[in-house]
C-alpha cells in the first residue's frame, strides 16, 4: 500500500520559516518525480515546487528565492523548506510522487502565516 504522510505544517509568523516533510512508503522514491502543491481558501491547487528523478528543481513565480525543495531518496521522504513567509502562502500543502503513469497524493497539511 503506498503512502504519503505530510507534517510540519502549522502557524507562522509572516517573515517566520516552516520546513514540510512528507515521508512515503511502499514505493522507491527515487523513482520518482516529487512536488508540493498548495491549495489556498477558494482557490485551485497549484504548483508550488517539483524536482525531477534527477533532481532539476521547478518553482512557482511566487516562492522562487524563498522556497527550497528537496529528497532525501535513503529516507523515502521529500522536504519543502518554506523562508520569508508571507500571508499568500496561507493554505493546504501536499506532496506528489510521479513515475510511469503512477500519481500518488498525501493528505496535505495546513499551513498558515498570519501575525
Known amino acids: 500500500q503506498v503512502q504519503l504522510v505530510e507534517s510540519g505544517g502549522g502557524l507562522a509568523q509572516p517573515g517566520g520559516s516552516l520546513r514540510l516533510s512528507c515521508a512515503t512508503s511502499?514505493?522507491?522514491?527515487?523513482?520518482?518525480?516529487v512536488g508540493w502543491y498548495r491549495q489556498a481558501p477558494g482557490q485551485q491547487r497549484s504548483l508550488v515546487a517539483t524536482?525531477?528523478?534527477?533532481?532539476?528543481?521547478n518553482y512557482a513565480d511566487s516562492v522562487k528565492g524563498r522556497f527550497t525543495i528537496s529528497r532525501d531518496n535513503a529516507k523515502n521522504t521529500m522536504y519543502l523548506q518554506m523562508n520569508r513567509l508571507k500571508p499568500e502562502d496561507t493554505g493546504v500543502y501536499y506532496c506528489?510522487?510521479?513515475?510511469?503513469?503512477?500519481?500518488?497524493w498525501g493528505q496535505g497539511t495546513q499551513v498558515t502565516v498570519s501575525s
Open positions: 506528489n510522487a510521479k513515475f510511469a503513469g503512477n500519481d500518488y
Open positions: 511502499g514505493i522507491t522514491l527515487e523513482w520518482y518525480a
Open positions: 524536482m525531477t528523478r534527477g533532481s532539476i528543481t
